[in-house]
């Protein structure tokens, strides 16, 4: 069975950057051909594909996203984290890290196509 779970701070300031860890177990990171993406979802909306990287370490990002994030991997750990630079209050969501076996979300830029979720955490962006 392959579990995700997120990990990192539950409150970041303006500004700062967002960090977070997704630790998975049950499963590598580099094996063939999975994608790692990470999901948010807001208070009041719908999911929000963010990016993903690949068994071999290419990395996807949405557009509306690209500029203030960046996702990298730690094989050895078997980890893959996220960094989401510059944020605001409208930063505030719950992120998700999840497993998507075929590339559909990295396609459609959606969370379609996950087979394995994490739990979430709670990130909250306030002073």
């Known amino acids: 069975q392959v579990e995700l779970q997120e990990s990192g701070p539950g409150l970041v300031k303006p500004s700062q950057t967002l960090s977070l860890t997704c630790t998975v177990s049950g499963g590598s990171i580099a094996a063939n051909y999975y994608y790692w993406s990470w999901i948010r979802q807001a208070p009041g909306k719908g999911p929000e594909w963010m990016g993903a990287?690949?068994?071999?370490?290419?990395?996807y990002y949405s557009p509306s996203l690209k500029s203030r994030t960046s996702i990298s991997r730690d094989t050895s750990k078997n980890q893959f984290t996220l960094q989401l630079s510059s944020v605001t209050p409208e930063d505030t969501a719950v992120y998700y890290c999840?497993?998507?076996?075929?590339?559909?979300?990295?396609?459609?830029?959606?969370?379609?196509?996950?087979?394995?979720w994490g739990k979430g955490t709670l990130v909250t962006v306030s002073s």
């Open positions: 999840a497993r998507d076996g075929s590339g559909i979300a990295v396609a459609t830029m959606s969370r379609h196509g996950m087979d394995y």
């Open positions: 990287i690949t068994w071999r370490g290419t990395t």
